[in-house]
C-alpha cells in the first residue's frame, strides 16, 4: 500500500536519528534500558521459542537483539539506515539467526508470514502525529493474532491541560547538562516543540478504537508511559 496521500515516516524520524554520529552515542543517550523486564511480561503471557515478535522503532536493538535469544522469530523493524546498520552488526555477532532486520516504520511495514503473537515499540509512536497514531495502531492489530500483545513504551503526557508550564519546566529543568551522556532541556525542548507526544486521556481511547484491549498501564513523572493491551475481535 503506498497511496499518495500517506505520511513519509523518514521525514517524521528526527534527523537525529538518521545521523550515524547520533546513533553512535543513542544507546548511551537512552541509559540502555533494561529489556529484561518487558521480556518477562511478554513469556508470562505464554509466548516462548515459537513465537513471533515484531519491534517497531526497533532502533539499535535495545529490545530485539535480547528478545531474539528467547523468542522463535523476532522482526526489527526501524526505518533509519544508520540504525539498521548498527542492529544488524549486533545481531551477526550475536549469531541470532532468529533475528530478522527490515526497513519500514509502523505505516509502511507490511508483515508477512505466521500472524505477530505480540508487537513491541518503545519510544517512537510519538514520531506520528495522532490521525497517523490510530492508522498505526489499526496496522499492529492486523499483525497480531487475536489476544496478541502490544507491548508500548512512549512519551505521553499524563496531566491536565492547566499543570502543563509546572509539569513541562519540572521535567526539562531535572535533566543532565552534558549531552554526551543523556538527553539534555534542550534535547527535551526540541522533542515538546517539533514531536507529536499525545495525552494519555487522548491516546487511550485511541488504543481502544484500534481494538485493543488495555489490560496494565503505568505512567513515570507525568511523561513516560508503558501499557500492555491485548488484541480483541
Avoid: N
Avoid at 487522548?202 to 513523572?221: C, H, K, N, Q, Y
Amino acid at each position: 500500500m503506498d497511496p499518495d496521500w500517506l505520511l513519509d515516516e523518514l521525514a517524521h524520524a528526527g534527523p537525529e536519528h538518521l545521523d550515524p554520529d547520533f546513533v553512535a552515542g543513542f544507546d548511551r543517550k537512552q541509559g540502555r534500558p533494561d529489556p529484561g523486564p518487558d521480556i518477562e511480561l511478554l513469556l508470562a503471557h505464554g509466548l516462548g521459542e515459537d513465537s513471533v515478535v515484531v519491534d517497531i522503532g526497533a532502533g539499535t536493538g535495545q529490545f530485539a537483539v535480547p528478545a531474539a535469544r528467547h523468542f522463535g522469530r523476532v522482526v526489527a523493524v526501524e526505518i533509519s539506515p544508520a540504525m539498521r546498520d548498527v542492529l544488524r552488526e549486533r545481531a551477526a555477532r550475536a549469531g541470532l539467526t532468529a533475528l530478522e532486520c527490515v526497513p519500514g516504520g509502523f505505516l509502511g511495514y507490511e508483515h508477512a508470514g505466521e500472524p505477530a503473537d505480540a508487537v513491541f515499540t518503545r519510544h517512537a509512536l510519538h514520531q506520528l502525529p495522532d490521525f497517523w497514531k490510530v492508522f498505526a495502531l489499526r496496522r499492529i492489530h492486523a499483525a497480531l493474532r487475536p489476544g496478541g500483545v502490544l507491548r508500548l513504551h512512549d512519551l505521553v503526557y499524563d496531566f491536565a491541560p492547566a499543570d502543563t508550564e509546572t509539569v513541562l519546566e519540572g521535567w526539562l529543568s531535572g535533566v543532565a547538562d552534558d549531552p554526551a551522556v543523556a538527553y539534555t532541556r534542550a534535547d527535551l525542548a526540541e522533542h515538546v516543540r517539533t514531536e507529536h507526544s499525545t495525552f494519555t486521556w487522548l491516546l487511550e481511547p485511541m488504543l481502544t478504537a484500534a481494538g485493543f484491549e488495555i489490560t496494565d498501564s503505568a505512567v513515570r513523572d507525568s511523561v513516560f508511559a508503558s501499557y500492555t493491551c491485548v488484541r480483541t475481535g
